[in-house]
């Protein structure tokens, strides 16, 4: 099987280490698949940090709950004593924030950027490696809203912002709800959410399985280990799309395995790939994850898998609940994984 090693090196040599704001470029998404729905410090790679969302609510501004929201977020920051970090998101009995929508940017044909300002110029996200954010919108002739979990790829210690990007979905209601949203439009998101707690250096090799936009919580794990210079584990990503321009985040991921050949490297796998391809092709397959995962019998790895219920039922089974991670199945427990050895986004 052919494997390919995303690699833009001459383009990207004097990329240094660099602290700045949302700068326009190329970025890429992926379609959905047809089983349904289904990220520290400076940033090493030199580009724009994104996040990914799937859905959410707003508020115009002005509105009562808009008002009572950036209340809420005040009473929270009155309470942080001088030279304190300011978190937006602090979790517990905090509530929803409502979140002014800044700026809009069209990725490609289904994706957008969303940048939404923190109530606070100099706040940052208060979240933390690895954990998301939960979005709300309630439709109109609902009677409940609808809630989901996504993880924000903007630096943790980004201020007075995140970066959502957001890939729109035939039939999905919040998906669709956040593409027609417009610059002072509200969206209630409420956080951090805990999943996998990252320290440096907690496992030896890790590797990432993700299909379109799982690689969400993947970029924020690869993030903060290669922003971090104590950090030495090893990366391996599996990453497969339906198409080319379908690859999330491409650009950045190329940069850090230009930076960090010995430790990171990415294989790509393509649905639908052009001619000149020289990827794999197809879906991600048993015999590619034997070729390229460290061996089960290792000591001190950890599986990571994020994707649409079709590929995690493949690889690695799909999580019962968010509490739950459900029972190890599919081509990783074949491999010979043990479900220790495994983490379901």
């Known amino acids: 099987m052919s494997l390919f090693v995303a690699s833009t090196r001459s383009a990207f040599r004097a990329v240094a280490p660099i602290k700045r704001s949302f700068q326009t470029r190329r970025s890429y998404a992926t379609e959905p698949s047809k089983g349904g729905s289904s990220s520290s410090s400076?940033?090493?790679?030199?580009?724009?940090?994104?996040?990914?969302?799937g859905a959410g609510a707003y508020f115009f501004s002005g509105s009562g709950a808009a008002k009572k929201a950036e209340a809420s977020a005040k009473q929270v920051t009155e309470k942080i004593s001088p030279g304190e970090i300011k978190k937006a998101f602090v979790g517990g009995d905090q509530g929803w924030l409502s979140l002014k929508l800044e700026?809009?940017?069209?990725?490609?044909?289904?994706?957008?950027?969303?940048?939404?300002?923190?109530?606070?110029?100099?706040?940052?996200?208060?979240?933390?490696?690895?954990?998301?954010i939960l979005t709300k919108f309630k439709p109109f002739d609902a009677e409940k809203a609808?809630?989901?979990p996504?993880?924000?790829i903007s630096d943790e210690s980004a201020q007075g912002y995140i970066?959502?990007?957001?890939?729109?979905?035939?039939?999905?209601?919040?998906?669709?709800?956040?593409?027609?949203?417009?610059?002072?439009?509200?969206?209630?998101?409420?956080?951090?959410?805990?999943?996998?707690?990252?320290?440096?250096?907690?496992?030896?090799?890790?590797?990432?399985?993700?299909?379109?936009?799982?690689?969400?919580?993947?970029?924020?794990?690869?993030?903060?280990?290669?922003?971090?210079?104590?950090?030495k584990t090893?990366?391996?990503?599996?990453?497969?799309?339906?198409?080319?321009?379908?690859v999330l985040l491409k650009h950045e991921l190329a940069t850090i395995e230009n930076h960090y050949p010995q430790r990171f490297r990415a294989f790509y796998v393509l649905d639908n790939p052009p001619k000149e391809w020289t990827?794999?092709?197809?879906?991600?397959?048993?015999?590619?994850?034997?070729?390229v995962l460290p061996e089960?019998?290792?000591?001190?790895?950890?599986?990571?898998?994020?994707?649409?219920?079709?590929?995690?039922?493949?690889?690695?089974?799909?999580?019962?609940?968010?509490?739950?991670?459900?029972?190890?199945?599919?081509?990783?427990?074949?491999?010979g994984y043990s479900p220790d050895q495994v983490y379901k986004f």
């Open 42 to 53: 400076t940033i090493l790679l030199g580009a724009a940090a994104v996040g990914i969302a």
């Open 103 to 132: 700026e809009v940017e069209l990725v490609n044909h289904n994706t957008k950027r969303l940048r939404f300002r923190l109530p606070e110029d100099d706040m940052v996200s208060g979240l933390h490696v690895a954990s998301a």
């Open 146 to 148: 609808v809630l989901r």
């Open 150 to 152: 996504y993880t924000p």
């Open 163 to 231: 970066d959502l990007l957001v890939k729109k979905y035939e039939g999905g209601p919040m998906s669709t709800y956040l593409h027609d949203m417009a610059p002072g439009q509200r969206l209630d998101i409420k956080g951090p959410l805990p999943k996998y707690p990252w320290e440096a250096n907690k496992h030896k090799h890790i590797a990432l399985v993700a299909g379109g936009t799982g690689i969400t919580p993947m970029y924020q794990l690869i993030r903060a280990i290669f922003n971090n210079p104590d950090d």
């Open 234 to 246: 090893k990366v391996t990503l599996v990453f497969g799309n339906v198409s080319e321009e379908d």
């Open 279 to 291: 990827g794999a092709k197809g879906y991600i397959n048993k015999d590619l994850l034997k070729t």
């Open 296 to 335: 089960p019998k290792n000591e001190d790895i950890k599986i990571f898998v994020c994707g649409p219920p079709g590929m995690m039922n493949s690889i690695s089974g799909n999580k019962k609940s968010p509490r739950d991670q459900g029972e190890l199945t599919g081509i990783l427990k074949e491999l």
